[in-house]
C-alpha cells in the first residue's frame, strides 16, 4: 500500500533506527505507560497536540519544542500508532502534515495490532538528545473552517462526510457513551453522507485495501473529482477518514473540519437535518 | 514485557454490541471495552486476574451506558 503505512513488522525492525522516531498517540492517555513499542514516545493528545487556552490546533512554536524533546528533527521518518485503530494517530499525522513535516508515516493496525501479536513492551520512556525543529507555516487547505463548511452544505460546492456512528448521525445519541456530550442538538450537517470512520479498516485494526476503500467511498458518490470534507464530533475521527482519502486514496482536495460536530451542533440557528 | 493472551470477543450490553479487549502485561491484566458501532473505547480497568480487569472494566461500561440520552429522531 502507499509509502505513509508501515507493518508492524517494519517498526519491529527499524524503531531504534538513528533516523526513525516512533511516537504512540493515544485516545487513552494513560495507555502508553502501560506498556508501549520500546524506543517510542508518547504524546499526550489533550495537552501536546493542541492550543490548551484557544480551541486551535497545535500552535508552530509549541510544536517545533515538541517534536525537538522528542528527538525529531525536519528529516526524521516519524512513525505514529495509538489505540482505536490510531484514531489519535490520525489527528498528529494530520497536524504534522499541516506544518509540513514530509515524511510520516502510521504503523497499520496500531497499538491493537501490536499487542495482538504479542510484540515487545516496553514501560520505559526513552531518554532522547534534543534536536532543533523548524515547521512551516500551517497549510490551511488540509483544514476546513466553518465558512467552508456553512458554504459546501449551502451550495453544494464540495462532498461533506459524516465519519461519526449511525446513531450519531441521526442524532439518536450526542456522542458516544463515555464521552461527553458538548453539543446542544443531534443530527446532522444538510446535505452530508453518512461514511463511519469504522468502515476504513478491517477487524485486526489495519486499514482496508485500496480497492475495497474506493469502493467504499464510490458507493456513496466520492471519486476524488470534487472537494471532500469530512467531519466527526471533534475531528479526530475524521482526521482517519482525512489520511484515508488523501493519503490512502490519492485524493487531492480533501479537507479535515476539526470544528465538527462540536461546534456545528452549538451554533445558534444553524440548520440540522435528522436523520 | 509482551502482552501475552490477548483475547477479544464480543457481546450485547444493554442495546450496544461491545467488543472485550483483555492481555497480560508483566503481572497485570489489562481490558478495555469498545462500542462497536460508535467504534470508541470507553472503559478500562487492570486487575490481578482476567476475570478481575473484565468485572471491572464491564461494571464502568454499563454505567457509561445507563447515562447516555437517546433522542427520538423524527
Known amino acids: ?275 | 514485557m509482551r502482552a501475552e493472551g490477548y483475547t477479544k470477543r464480543r457481546q450485547p450490553l444493554g442495546d450496544w454490541e461491545i467488543e472485550i479487549e483483555t492481555y497480560q502485561a508483566g503481572d497485570v491484566f489489562y481490558c478495555t471495552i469498545n462500542n462497536v458501532d460508535p467504534g470508541a473505547r470507553f472503559a478500562r480497568a487492570e486487575g490481578a486476574t482476567r476475570e478481575e480487569a473484565e468485572s471491572k472494566a464491564l461494571e464502568k461500561a454499563e454505567k457509561y451506558i445507563k447515562q447516555t440520552r437517546r433522542f427520538t429522531t423524527t
Open chain 1, 1 to 275: 500500500m502507499a509509502d505513509v503505512l508501515v507493518s508492524t513488522d517494519w517498526v519491529a525492525q527499524h524503531a531504534k533506527d538513528a533516523n526513525v522516531g516512533v511516537v504512540e498517540v493515544d485516545v487513552d492517555t494513560a495507555a502508553y505507560d502501560q506498556g508501549h513499542v520500546p524506543g517510542a514516545v508518547g504524546w499526550n493528545w489533550t495537552t501536546e497536540l493542541c492550543d490548551t487556552l484557544v480551541r486551535d490546533i497545535i500552535p508552530l512554536k509549541k510544536l517545533e519544542e515538541l517534536l525537538g524533546k522528542s528527538g525529531v528533527d525536519n528529516n526524521t521518518t516519524i512513525v505514529l500508532y495509538g489505540d482505536n485503530n490510531n484514531w489519535f494517530a490520525a489527528w498528529a499525522f494530520w497536524q504534522l502534515k499541516m506544518y509540513g513535516h514530509k515524511d510520516v508515516r502510521i504503523m497499520d493496525g496500531g497499538r491493537k495490532k501490536w499487542l495482538a501479536e504479542s510484540r515487545e513492551l516496553s514501560t520505559e520512556r526513552p531518554t532522547l538528545a534534543a534536536k532543533t525543529y523548524t515547521a512551516s507555516a500551517p497549510d490551511v487547505s488540509l483544514r476546513a473552517f466553518l465558512p467552508d463548511v456553512q458554504q459546501a452544505s449551502a451550495q453544494k460546492k464540495a462532498a461533506l462526510v459524516d465519519v461519526r456512528s449511525p446513531a450519531e448521525f441521526t442524532g439518536e445519541i450526542l456522542a458516544p457513551p463515555g464521552l461527553p456530550e458538548t453539543c446542544q442538538r443531534g443530527g446532522h450537517i444538510p446535505g452530508a453522507k453518512s461514511i463511519p470512520w469504522g468502515k476504513n479498516c478491517n477487524d485486526d485494526g489495519t486499514f482496508k485495501s485500496v480497492d475495497d476503500l474506493k469502493k467504499l467511498y464510490a458507493d456513496q458518490g466520492i471519486k476524488g473529482d470534487a472537494p471532500i470534507i469530512a467531519y466527526c464530533r471533534i475531528g479526530e475521527r475524521s482526521s482517519l477518514t482525512w489520511f484515508v482519502l488523501k493519503h490512502l486514496l490519492g485524493f487531492q482536495n480533501v479537507k479535515n473540519y476539526d470544528g465538527s460536530w462540536t461546534e456545528w451542533g452549538n451554533l445558534v440557528g444553524a440548520p440540522v437535518e435528522k436523520p
